[in-house]
């Protein structure tokens, strides 16, 4: 299928109130291209200089998202336009965000990543830190960040009750919190998007389902 009637036929799954982050990692500008020509306009990456090099070259109206693991050092180089960044879980990383954007005279958009899954290999805070964060004042020192909700990555399985239950524990976690500023629960991919928003998403974040598999 193409890539618009990719596009076209999530939308009309999600509905109005989900964002769909279409996640092009690894595609050709060409085919990011055909995605913002059938109206996509926010797309997630998670290389820095990939990224870079995308914004660069692609239309300025377009909504980058950084869904990867940001190293400290390379903040950076997507401050200046960086619309949201999903993967923040330390401290250090928050500092040098906050520094960046200020130097940019922004403040950037943020989603606390939150370590749903137990599987070792992927990235995020739990819940009892996550808590002491949002408990604390320690966000409110980061005058050029705004917090804007919570990122989860469930377990890379099939199994819809561990999935089911991975997505419902962070969505009672963001119901606990959200506020006007917390609002933003990304969670879901292309294999289990649709659970996700059962379980209370509202953006989600696609690449092979619109673009197709990656090598
Ligand atoms: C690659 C990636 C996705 C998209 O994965 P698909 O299975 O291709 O939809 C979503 N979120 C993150 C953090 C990713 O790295």
């Known amino acids: 299928m193409s890539i618009k009637k990719q596009i076209n036929l999530i939308k009309a799954q999600i509905g109005k109130n989900v964002c769909l982050v279409a996640v092009s990692k690894t595609k050709t500008e060409l085919k990011i291209k055909e995605a913002y020509d059938s109206g996509q306009r926010v797309f997630g990456e998670n290389k820095v200089q990939e990224l870079v090099s995308k914004q660069n070259n692609l239309p300025k109206d377009i909504n980058w998202h950084m869904i990867g693991h940001l190293q400290r050092n390379k903040v950076k180089y997507i401050a200046p336009f960086i619309k949201l960044i999903h993967g923040v879980d330390n401290m250090k990383l928050l500092r040098e965000i906050d520094k960046q954007a200020r130097k940019n005279e922004r403040v950037i958009d943020c989603l606390i990543q939150i370590k749903i899954s137990n599987e070792e290999s992927k990235f995020g805070i739990d819940y009892k830190e996550a808590n002491e964060w949002l408990k604390t004042d320690l ?56 659970l996700a928003i059962k379980n209370g998403s509202n953006m989600i974040r696609v690449g092979s389902n619109i673009f197709g598999a990656r090598k």
């Open 139 to 194: 966000l409110l020192n980061f005058k050029n960040i705004r917090i804007t909700g919570f990122m989860g990555m469930a377990s890379n399985t099939n199994n819809e009750l561990i999935l089911s239950k991975e997505f419902s524990t962070l969505n009672n976690f963001f119901n606990m919190h959200e506020n006007t500023n917390l609002k933003t629960l990304s969670m879901g991919m292309s294999n289990d998007y649709l």
